[in-house]
């Protein structure tokens, strides 16, 4: 069975700029998360999906973080624009259900000079 | 919010040694997740705990579910060099995202 795909893997840009990530979750999951890892920290999540709709994004920086999943597959996480403060692994993960056992991608690292 | 502590930050064990890892909060969890990250990978599921006082091992590492519902520990036996990496503990409380300690790094030396 396929895992998570997460592409790109790296980016480097400088700050003000724009960036996409894009996130292929397990075939047949539903619920798809984004987390912003920090080096030297945990993961912390970003937004949730439950098939198309945001079940929780409170932790998301909606200024200039935006998501979606539009067709309840693929998603895609924009930052816009980036900061300094944005260099992280950005991970995403799916699983069968709320409350189900999380599968995570090899995520994307993001450098942002 | 809600956050776990976790320790050590980080260890360097002779291979063969056993290892133990612990993770405590101010907040009471329904779940307790341990997760191992590689380098350069996600973060991978190690063992799910679900009910206070449970025990669970898996191969060479074994995890407790905390009586007070506020700790967990993670223990690896005869350390082996693929055991390096990062060990995440996670809380979940049902109602809000999971919640990820700092994670302990683990080296082993052979």
């Known amino acids: 069975e396929a895992g998570v795909a997460q592409s790109p893997r790296y980016k480097i840009i400088e700050k003000r700029q724009s960036v996409a990530f894009w996130c292929n979750p397990i075939?047949?999951?539903?619920?798809l998360y984004w987390y912003q890892q920090i080096l030297g920290q945990g993961p912390k999540l970003l937004i949730q999906?439950?098939?198309?709709?945001?079940?929780?994004d409170s932790q998301l920086p909606k200024d200039r973080f935006s998501a979606e999943r539009l067709k309840g597959v693929d998603s895609t996480l924009k930052i816009q624009p980036a900061k300094l403060e944005d260099s992280a692994v950005y991970l995403c993960?799916?699983?069968?259900?709320?409350?189900?056992?999380?599968?995570f991608g090899p995520g994307t690292r993001l450098l942002v000079l | 919010g809600q956050q776990l502590n976790q320790s050590p930050q980080s260890m360097f064990i002779q291979e063969g040694e056993d290892v133990s890892m612990n993770c405590t909060s101010s907040?009471?969890?329904?779940?307790w997740l341990w997760y191992k990250q590689d380098p350069g990978e996600g973060p991978v599921l190690l063992i799910a705990?679900?009910?206070?006082?449970e025990l669970t091992s898996n191969g060479r590492l074994t995890a407790q579910f905390g009586i007070t519902r506020k700790d967990s520990f993670l223990n690896i036996s005869a350390s082996i060099p693929s055991d390096v990496g990062i060990y995440f503990c996670?809380?979940?409380?049902?109602?809000?995202?999971?919640?990820f300690g700092k994670g302990t790094r683990l080296s082993v030396i052979a």
């Open positions: 075939s047949g999951h539903a619920t």
């Open positions: 999906f439950q098939n198309n709709g945001v079940v929780d």
């Open positions: 993960a799916s699983s069968l259900g709320k409350g189900e056992t999380q599968y």
């Open positions: 907040s009471i969890f329904n779940t």
């Open positions: 705990l679900y009910k206070a006082g």
């Open positions: 996670a809380g979940d409380s049902g109602n809000t995202p999971l919640v």
